[in-house]
């Protein structure tokens, strides 16, 4: 949970001199408007000073923006996802669901690679179901060594040994849908310990 905090506190300052700048203020002027001093706004732009709620609150203002828009924090009631993509493994997992527990959707993006990786099928409890956006996806179920093109789904269980590639070493874009245990798996495993 922290680090989930960390995360967003850490976004902010980007963001911040992003919109800054996009409405053509300078930090002289900003501190003006705000009261608060040109060092502690460049220091917060810049990362090196964290977010507090009395600095966000005057900038929210001058901006005319929803403090939530500022930490980048989904609105209420806001039906749009803006989740950050993970990278585990050399492959893209954009989340597309964000409810606790049960089954998480994720678009997942393979990327093209002159070399096809060598098959490294692994094991794990639960199931994975899969659909191809684009590209040709190499899936190795077991013994089987399979070519999926785009608008092909599978499922399968995951305690048989998988592994999911690119066919032809161009990208490769699917749905795929974890449960908790894929979830633990493929995004909250050591990367540098085996590989998808």
Same mark, same amino acid.
């Given at each position: 949970?922290? /680090? /989930?905090?960390? @995360?967003?506190?850490?976004?902010?300052?980007?963001?911040?001199?992003?919109?800054? &700048?996009?409405?053509? +203020?300078?930090?002289?002027?900003?501190?003006?408007?705000?009261?608060?001093? @040109? #060092?502690?706004?460049?220091?917060? @732009? #810049?990362?090196?000073?964290?977010?507090?709620? %009395?600095?966000?609150?005057?900038?929210?203002?001058?901006?005319?923006?929803?403090?939530?828009?500022?930490?980048?924090?989904?609105?209420?009631?806001?039906? &749009? +996802? *803006?989740?950050?993509?993970?990278?585990?493994?050399?492959?893209?997992?954009?989340?597309? #669901?964000?409810?606790?527990?049960?089954?998480?959707?994720?678009?997942?993006? +393979?990327?093209?690679?002159?070399?096809?990786? %060598?098959?490294?099928?692994?094991?794990? /409890?639960?199931? %994975?179901?899969?659909?191809?956006?684009?590209?040709?996806?190499?899936?190795?179920?077991?013994?089987?060594?399979?070519?999926?093109?785009?608008? @092909?789904?599978? %499922?399968?269980?995951?305690?048989?040994? *998988?592994?999911?590639?690119?066919?032809?070493?161009?990208?490769?874009?699917?749905? +795929?849908?974890? /449960?908790?245990?894929?979830?633990?798996? *493929?995004?909250?495993?050591?990367?540098? &310990?085996? #590989?998808?």
């Amino acid at each position: 949970m922290q /680090d /989930d905090m960390d @995360e967003v506190l850490g976004a902010v300052g980007p963001r911040l001199r992003a919109l800054r &700048r996009h409405r053509g +203020i300078t930090l002289a002027e900003l501190a003006t408007t705000t009261g608060v001093s @040109e #060092s502690t706004l460049s220091r917060l @732009e #810049s990362g090196q000073r964290r977010a507090t709620l %009395e600095l966000l609150l005057p900038l929210a203002r001058v901006y005319d923006v929803p403090l939530d828009d500022l930490v980048g924090a989904p609105r209420t009631g806001d039906p &749009r +996802i *803006h989740l950050k993509p993970i990278t585990r493994f050399g492959m893209t997992f954009v989340p597309l #669901s964000r409810r606790p527990g049960g089954v998480h959707a994720f678009k997942m993006i +393979i990327p093209a690679r002159p070399e096809p990786l %060598e098959p490294a099928p692994q094991t794990h /409890d639960g199931f %994975e179901w899969l659909y191809v956006l684009t590209g040709r996806l190499r899936l190795v179920l077991g013994d089987r060594d399979l070519t999926l093109p785009v608008g @092909e789904a599978a %499922e399968f269980d995951t305690s048989m040994p *998988h592994w999911l590639g690119s066919a032809d070493g161009g990208t490769v874009e699917l749905l +795929i849908l974890f /449960d908790p245990q894929g979830m633990r798996t *493929h995004l909250h495993a050591d990367p540098h &310990r085996h #590989s998808h």
